[in-house]
């Protein structure tokens, strides 16, 4: 008879039956879990990189798009700039040909009243002369005038008692003073406003003529107003060196003044661009009073036989008008400007002795100071008694 099983280890048996079905059947429910995990990560990586795909595509169309529209905003502003600037362009040029026109016409118009108003001097002058001949007036030795450029300044006539009368003028085109000498020198002296430097220079250019025994006319004028009396300080400075500048009232220079002019002086070459500008015909004889003695004593005085005006052009040798563009302090003499006695004590003292080296280059008369002492560095100071000239200066004077 067979054995019967133990009911405990049949038990036994069957819960571990149990037991090893439930750990098997649990294992793959893990590994289902785990796989349909995976999966869905799988699944959802997929769906980000397709995200961040369909992203980053669409960053860059929207890229592109922008930078497309910024590039085409760039063109169309750099047309815009570039029409406006034609269209301004144009203008500009449209203008400045407008106002060239213009200038060009209103000098024509005035071309043509010159030639006109020249014309009928002249005819009215060759009336004057034919009448004047049909009555007998003209001097028998007088030649007739004929051609334009033949026309003489002035005619002779007699009075009806047969005596030498005044002699009749005929108008004449603006010109430079004659090459030939004249009685009288004409001598203009500039500076700006007419108040101080020039008034002094012309006083005492005037003063050392007039002792060298030259007959001169010195006048001065001035880049501003007129009217004006010399400056209070110019005025003592003068009196101490026994001038006087009380009468004096300033005036605008103008080209007549300077066209009649044998010499013109600035002082400084501010003066003498407004020279060119007035009348650049009278540029050659127009300089600085330092560069004036300048070049007398790097030239040579005057000779004894040689016009003024000869030499003149021989100081005048190698100067150009562009040199007038920049401004020297080597060839100016410097402002005194207003309210300091002291200064324009100093500024009489350097004109007064690069007056006398001019007046002793071209005139040979012996003056102080020599070449290299046109400013003396003692004789502006005053005395311990104050506002007297010192001893120097007064020894100087004699």
Do not use: Y
């Amino acid at each position: 008879m067979p054995a019967v099983p133990d009911p405990t280890e049949l038990a036994h048996r069957r819960a571990a039956a149990i037991l090893d079905e439930a750990w098997r059947q649990a294992e793959q429910l893990q590994a289902e879990a785990l796989a349909e995990l995976q999966a869905e990560i799988d699944r959802r990586l997929a769906d980000a990189e397709a995200a961040g795909t369909r992203i980053r595509r669409s960053a860059e169309r929207t890229a592109a798009r922008l930078r497309a529209d910024a590039e085409a905003e760039i063109e169309r502003r750099r047309r815009e700039l570039a029409a406006e600037a034609e269209a301004f362009w144009n203008r500009a040029r449209d203008e400045a040909e407008t106002v060239l026109a213009e200038a060009r016409q209103a000098a024509d118009r005035l071309l043509a009243d010159a030639r006109e108003t020249a014309d009928r001097l002249l005819t009215d002058a060759r009336a004057a002369a034919r009448t004047a001949a049909e009555r007998g007036a003209v001097h028998p030795g007088a030649a007739p005038p004929a051609a334009r450029d033949e026309l003489p300044d002035t005619i002779d006539i007699t009075t009806p008692g047969g005596g030498a009368g005044p002699p009749l003028a005929l108008p004449q085109p603006a010109a430079a003073p004659p090459a030939g000498p004249r009685a009288q020198l004409e001598i203009v002296v500039l500076c700006t406003a007419n108040m101080r430097r020039s008034p002094l220079a012309a006083a005492m250019l005037e003063r050392r003529l007039a002792a060298a025994g030259v007959s001169a006319r010195v006048r001065s004028a001035g880049m501003l107003g007129a009217g004006q009396g010399a400056s209070p300080e110019a005025e003592a400075v003068a009196a101490e060196r026994g001038l006087d500048l009380s009468g004096h009232r300033s005036r605008k220079v103008d080209a007549d003044l300077l066209r009649g002019a044998d010499l013109v002086i600035g002082m400084a070459r501010e003066h003498v661009r407004e020279v060119v500008v007035l009348a650049d015909d009278v540029f050659p004889r127009s300089f600085t009073l330092r560069e004036l003695v300048r070049r007398a004593e790097e030239r040579g005085p005057r000779e004894p036989h040689e016009a003024f005006a000869d030499w003149l052009h021989r100081l005048h040798e190698g100067r150009v008008v562009e040199d007038l563009l920049e401004d020297v302090a080597e060839d100016d003499v410097a402002d005194p400007g207003e309210g300091s006695l002291r200064r324009h004590e100093r500024t009489a003292e350097e004109i007064d002795g690069l007056v006398a080296r001019f007046v002793e280059a071209a005139w040979g008369v012996p003056t102080h100071p020599r070449p290299g002492q046109d400013i003396l560095p003692w004789a502006g100071e005053e005395s311990e008694e104050g506002g007297r000239p010192g001893l120097l200066r007064r020894l100087l004077r004699r």
